[in-house]
C-alpha cells in the first residue's frame, strides 16, 4: 500500500507541477506572484522527485540502502523542502497583502523577488543544519545521535513554531485582513480597475492552497512532537501511523497543482 501511495503522489506531484511551470512559462507577462508559485511548484517537483523516492526506498530496505554521505542527506532534504513550501507561502501572503491592503506603493523588482526567494532556500538550509550534525551513519544504519534529550525536544518544538504555528499565524490575519477589505471593496463599489487589481479569486486560491498545507503538515508536526516530547514511540500503533503521516505529508505536493492550475 504505501508503495502505491507514495509512487502516486510523487508522479501527480512531478506532472502536476510540470504544468505549472509551463503554465506560467506561456504567459505573456509574468505577475509579482508567478515568481513564488515557481518556487512553490519547483519544491513540490523535488518532494516527488528526491523525497519521496529516496524514503521509500528506506523504508522497503532492512538497513540504510544508500552511501554513508546521504545520511546527512536524505532527511534534512524534507526538513528544507518543508520550510521553503511554508516561507514562500509566507511571501505569496505578503504579496497578496501588498496588492490590496497598499496597491498604490510601488511593486518590488523581479530581482527583488529573486533575491527575497534565494533568502527563502538560505533560511532554509540554515533550518535544517542541527538536523544534519546529529545524524550518524554507521553498520549499514543511519540514525540521530542527541547529546540529550532536552535538546531534540527542544528542535522538534522549534521547527513547529519556527515552520507551521508563526509563518500560519502571520499567512491567517494577513488573509483575513485582506479579505475583509476585499469585502469592503465589493459594498463601497470602488473603482472596477483596483477591484480587477486586486483579483478576489487569485486570493482565494492562495488560501486554499495555505489550508492544504495546514492540514497536510499538522499530523507530522504532532506525531514527532509526541514521540520526542512524550512517550508516543512506544504507542503500540505508532510505527503504523507514523508513515500515514508521512503520505499526507507529501500529498501536499500532490494537491497544490489542483489548486494552482485555478489560476
Not at 520550510?83 to 504579496?95: D, N, P, Y
Request: aromatic share 12%; net charge positive.
Amino acid at each position: 500500500i504505501q508503495l502505491v501511495c507514495y509512487s502516486v503522489i510523487a508522479g501527480v506531484s512531478i506532472f502536476g507541477n510540470s504544468l505549472i511551470w509551463w503554465k506560467i512559462h506561456h504567459r505573456p507577462r509574468r505577475r509579482i506572484s508567478d515568481f513564488f508559485i515557481i518556487n512553490l511548484s519547483l519544491s513540490d517537483i523535488l518532494t516527488g522527485l528526491l523525497s519521496i523516492p529516496l524514503d521509500l526506498a528506506e523504508r522497503l530496505s532492512k538497513g540504510w540502502p544508500f552511501w554513508g554521505f546521504m545520511c546527512k542527506i536524505v532527511y534534512p532534504l524534507q526538513t528544507v523542502l518543508m520550510a521553503v513550501t511554508v516561507l514562500t507561502l509566507l511571501g505569496i501572503s505578503a504579496e497578496r497583502y501588498r496588492a490590496v491592503i497598499t496597491p498604490m506603493k510601488r511593486k518590488p523588482t523581479r530581482n527583488t523577488i529573486i533575491s527575497i526567494i534565494c533568502i527563502l532556500w538560505g533560511i532554509s538550509i540554515v533550518v535544517a543544519i542541527p538536523y544534519m550534525t546529529v545524524l550518524k551513519y554507521d553498520n549499514m544504519e543511519c540514525y540521530e545521535v542527541w547529546s540529550s534529550r532536552a535538546h531534540v525536544a527542544i528542535y522538534t518544538v522549534s521547527i513547529f513554531v519556527l515552520l507551521y504555528v508563526i509563518p500560519l499565524t502571520i499567512i491567517t490575519l494577513c488573509y483575513v485582513r485582506i479579505g475583509l477589505r476585499l469585502k469592503q471593496d465589493m459594498r463601497s463599489f470602488r473603482k472596477i480597475m483596483a477591484r480587477c487589481s486586486k483579483n478576489p479569486h487569485m486570493t482565494n486560491v492562495f488560501a486554499l492552497v495555505v489550508m492544504v498545507f495546514a492540514i497536510c503538515q499538522l499530523p507530522n508536526h504532532v506525531i514527532y512532537l509526541w514521540h520526542d516530547l512524550g512517550r508516543g514511540g512506544d504507542w503500540v500503533y505508532y510505527s503504523d501511523v507514523l508513515p500515514l503521516c508521512h503520505i499526507l505529508t507529501y500529498l501536499n505536493s500532490a494537491l497544490d497543482p489542483f489548486a494552482l492550475g485555478m489560476l
